[in-house]
């Protein structure tokens, strides 16, 4: 399927551009397993590569030319030239590509152009990290054309820089170092304070289980101003604390933390949901780690209890998934990703996978939602060369 995908995107090239590529490379969305809204309060999370993938065939340029082309997106190359990229000037999704190329050069590498043509399997708006897999693809390819030798976790932190400051996103650096450095069949436990990273095995199929994914389908007008309001509440409560980040809170010390935070109410829901959150991951790792598989499913749940109720940033689609997979029999289900809409992630039994599936979708048609898209998500690469 991979080779399949080379050769259309390679001759998708030749033909846009009139030369061969000087090759091609894959980018993963991602899942998160656990760890959310951690990563931004320099705390650990726990992602894994999904099959679904960015794929890019591109070559240099020396004349201070870049060319951005998909062919999801009807229309000819954008043409930019390198020397007038410029934070914040774009709104398309030639930010974040040209953003990556920004990042690089004001890193001080020497990129001075190229001609990129892509592809996407990753579903974008379903909280699946399409447009990290879109920044790490380019920034590998330019990292192997231009023999820069960056590892996988600086071509993330450049690429979060390109979507921090060039596309004018506040996000964390999960999803660019999860598409970067995830490995097959392992879940990426990572500290987002260093970067230090552990691979955990992941293989549920070999367990007899699943883990779906349940594309709700739905975006949330006010989403983006709604992640930024959390990373300023905890900021806050940072600073309210006497600590650099919230990361520095022990569990332990959490109901001590909690009373010092007084009648600032939605401070204290933020610092419990990061505090607990970042224990959940603990326990999550320590308990792969012991090959007690199946005891992670309440942890996913109480997971979600702590982003429905405290970090409040579930919606009905969500929760709809979540109560009514674990009714019909599911060991945990909680949202993945920054939320309000995006994607649900299930773990349950193979032979409960039909049963649940089938209680969703009857669940979201009652209710009257969009038809939810359920997948089986298998534990995969991360960014490679492929050709
Ligand atoms: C989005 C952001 C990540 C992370 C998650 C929530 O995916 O891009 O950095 O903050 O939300 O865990």
């Given at each position: 399927?991979?080779?399949?995908?080379?050769?259309?995107?390679?001759?998708?090239?030749?033909?846009?551009?009139?030369?061969?590529?000087?090759?091609?490379?894959?980018?993963?969305?991602?899942?998160n397993l656990i760890g959310e809204?951690?990563?931004?309060?320099?705390?650990?999370?726990m992602?894994?590569?999904?099959?679904?993938?960015?794929?890019?065939?591109?070559?240099?340029?020396?004349?201070?030319?870049?060319?951005?082309?998909?062919?999801?997106?009807?229309?000819?190359?954008?043409?930019?030239?390198?020397?007038?990229?410029?934070?914040?000037?774009?709104?398309?999704?030639?930010?974040?590509?040209?953003?990556?190329?920004?990042?690089?050069?004001?890193?001080?590498?020497?990129?001075?152009?190229?001609?990129?043509?892509?592809?996407?399997?990753?579903?974008?708006?379903?909280?699946?990290?399409?447009?990290?897999?879109?920044?790490?693809?380019?920034?590998?390819?330019?990292?192997?054309?231009?023999?820069?030798?960056?590892?996988?976790?600086?071509?993330?932190?450049?690429?979060?820089?390109?979507?921090?400051?060039?596309?004018?996103?506040?996000?964390?650096?999960?999803?660019?170092?999860?598409?970067?450095?995830?490995?097959?069949?392992?879940?990426?436990?990572?500290?987002?304070?260093?970067?230090?990273?552990?691979?955990?095995?992941?293989?549920?199929?070999?367990?007899?289980?699943?883990l779906?994914?349940?594309?709700?389908?739905?975006?949330?007008?006010?989403?983006?101003?709604?992640?930024?309001?959390?990373?300023?509440?905890?900021?806050?409560?940072?600073?309210?604390?006497?600590?650099?980040?919230?990361?520095?809170?022990?569990?332990?010390?959490?109901?001590?933390?909690?009373?010092?935070?007084?009648?600032?109410?939605?401070?204290?829901?933020?610092?419990?949901?990061?505090?607990?959150e970042?224990?959940r991951v603990?326990r999550v790792?320590?308990l792969?780690?012991?090959?007690?598989?199946r005891a992670i499913g309440p942890v996913l749940t109480e997971g979600h209890a702590s982003l429905?109720?405290?970090?409040?940033?579930?919606?009905?689609?969500?929760?709809?998934?979540v109560?009514?997979s674990l009714?019909?029999?599911a060991l945990g289900a909680r949202m993945t990703?920054?939320?309000?809409?995006?994607?649900a992630i299930v773990l349950a039994?193979?032979?409960?996978?039909?049963?649940?599936?089938?209680?969703?979708?009857?669940?979201?048609?009652?209710?009257?939602?969009?038809?939810?898209?359920?997948?089986?998500?298998?534990?995969?690469?991360?960014?490679?060369?492929?050709?």
């Open positions: 399927m991979e080779e399949e995908a080379i050769r259309r995107i390679r001759e998708g090239f030749t033909a846009l551009y009139g030369a061969e590529p000087e090759g091609g490379w894959a980018a993963p969305g991602r899942v809204h951690t990563d931004y309060n320099d705390g650990f999370v992602p894994f590569a999904l099959p679904h993938v960015t794929v890019a065939a591109v070559a240099r340029r020396e004349d201070g030319v870049l060319r951005l082309h998909s062919a999801d997106v009807p229309g000819g190359p954008v043409e930019l030239r390198v020397d007038d990229l410029t934070p914040g000037s774009d709104k398309d999704w030639t930010a974040y590509p040209a953003g990556v190329v920004w990042a690089l050069r004001e890193a001080g590498h020497a990129v001075t152009g190229a001609d990129v043509h892509l592809t996407s399997t990753v579903p974008s708006g379903a909280g699946l990290s399409s447009s990290a897999a879109l920044e790490v693809v380019v920034a590998l390819a330019l990292n192997d054309l231009c023999a820069l030798g960056l590892k996988g976790w600086q071509l993330a932190r450049l690429c979060q820089r390109a979507e921090n400051v060039y596309v004018g996103a506040p996000t964390g650096i999960m999803d660019q170092t999860a598409s970067a450095c995830c490995e097959a069949g392992h879940a990426l436990f990572l500290d987002t304070r260093d970067l230090s990273q552990r691979q955990i095995p992941f293989d549920l199929a070999a367990e007899g289980m699943r779906l994914v349940v594309d709700t389908r739905v975006k949330h007008a006010h989403s983006d101003g709604e992640y930024g309001k959390r990373r300023a509440g905890c900021e806050k409560g940072a600073a309210l604390l006497g600590v650099d980040a919230l990361r520095d809170v022990p569990y332990a010390d959490l109901e001590a933390a909690l009373e010092r935070l007084g009648d600032e109410e939605e401070v204290r829901r933020l610092v419990r949901h990061i505090v607990t970042n224990q603990e790792v320590s792969l780690e012991s090959g007690d598989t429905r109720d405290d970090f409040r940033i579930s919606c009905p689609e969500l929760d709809t998934i109560d009514t009714s019909a029999g990703g920054g939320g309000f809409g995006g994607s039994e193979e032979a409960d996978v039909d049963t649940i599936t089938k209680a969703v979708e009857k669940a979201f048609a009652t209710a009257g939602f969009k038809t939810p898209r359920v997948f089986e998500a298998v534990p995969s690469a991360g960014a490679r060369r492929l050709a």
